[in-house]
């Protein structure tokens, strides 16, 4: 067939046009600083895309700010060592986990930021996630080796949490597909917990070599993927959900603990002052695209589902008596990272 100079051209169009998204350049930059302050350190930051809030733990509170002035909304209270939040906007609650002391779940009302009530769970209680394929919260407890789950609508003054799944390692980060399958990376053996949630059973083991200690983890559920951010060593992992085969390895900066996907890239946070961005360039093939300088202690992060926009907590330090460096009081800030599409 004789393809005229027009044709070509059309054609051409043609193709470009049906390119997805993920392939325009895109380039991600440091937007807006919030300054915070307050006490205590931070761990995973979680963002309500509905409203547009940010619910940072801080130890021994958790902090509600809103995502586009930096305002703080409120502060709930009574927890011991927060690590993460996991938000229910059907159920209208949020649910705090504390890994402090023998361990506790915080619920809160997201309208009022109320504590409603505690649950009693297991010693340092950590990632927290809510799987809306099994209607479920899921939960880790890092020294008790164990996944933790509940109903969003348990009753907060009463009520237990399920008979915990015991795990062969100490977990750190999970997520959660539409097959009933549960992901848990386990820090101490180098491997990635497979739960089949309907029977509650560990069915497999997945190694994430050439990574090593992986902590933070994202699913891209549509392409069966999983990414690992590995600390040793220190590597963002790409691994098939089907079979647990490391498709890329990616180098990445120094104590990565979060890992976000947004359907097209990959953020790796870690408190090197990195954010490492990465994409599949090729069927198959992943390559680092970007890595944007942030803050000293920005290790997590949140991502916006609806704005794209991430949030990472950082702060000012100053090396203490011991040489080790420790934030200066009041630091405390959220940086906002956005991207821009070349036109």
Not at 4 to 19: E, H, I, P, R, Y
Not at 69 to 95: C, M, T, Y
Not at 131 to 155: C, E, N
Not at 232 to 258: N, Y
Request: net charge neutral; aromatic share 6%.
């Amino acid at each position: 067939m004789k393809v005229t100079n027009s044709g070509l051209a059309a054609l051409t169009l043609l193709v470009f046009a049906d390119l997805p998204p993920a392939l325009a350049e895109t380039k991600w930059n440091v937007v807006k600083t919030f300054q915070i302050g307050g006490q205590g350190s931070w761990d995973y930051i979680t963002v309500d895309s509905a409203s547009h809030r940010l619910y940072v733990p801080r130890t021994t509170h958790t902090m509600v700010i809103e995502a586009e002035s930096g305002r703080i909304l409120a502060d709930i209270p009574g927890q011991k060592n927060a690590h993460g939040v996991a938000i229910v906007p059907e159920s209208g609650r949020g649910f705090i986990s504390d890994g402090g002391g023998d361990g506790a779940i915080v619920i809160f009302d997201l309208k009022t930021n109320a504590v409603l009530g505690t649950l009693a769970a297991m010693p340092d209680a950590d990632g927290i996630i809510y799987d809306p394929h099994s209607g479920q919260i899921l939960t880790v407890s890092g020294r008790g080796k164990a996944l933790m789950s509940f109903k969003p609508d348990i009753d907060p003054q009463n009520g237990k949490i399920d008979q915990p799944i015991a795990l062969r390692g100490e977990p750190e980060f999970l997520a959660a597909d539409a097959a009933g399958k549960v992901y848990i990376n386990l820090m101490d053996t180098h491997q990635v917990a497979v739960v089949d949630f309907r029977t509650r059973k560990v069915i497999a083991n997945w190694p994430v070599a050439p990574g090593g200690l992986p902590v933070g983890m994202a699913i891209d559920p549509k392409n069966g993927r999983l990414f690992i951010g590995c600390r040793g060593p220190r590597k963002l992992i790409v691994m098939s959900t089907k079979d647990g085969k490391v498709i890329s390895d990616l180098p990445i900066g120094e104590s990565v603990d979060a890992v976000k996907f947004d359907g097209d890239y990959a953020f790796a946070s870690t408190s090197g002052a990195e954010l490492s961005i990465a994409r599949e360039t090729s069927p198959g093939k992943f390559t680092i695209v970007q890595t944007v300088k942030t803050g000293e202690g920005a290790r997590t992060m949140g991502l916006d589902a609806s704005t794209r926009k991430i949030y990472l907590p950082a702060a000012e330090f100053e090396s203490g008596a011991n040489g080790r460096r420790t934030p200066k009081p009041g630091s405390f800030m959220i940086l906002v990272v956005a991207p821009q599409t070349a036109k």
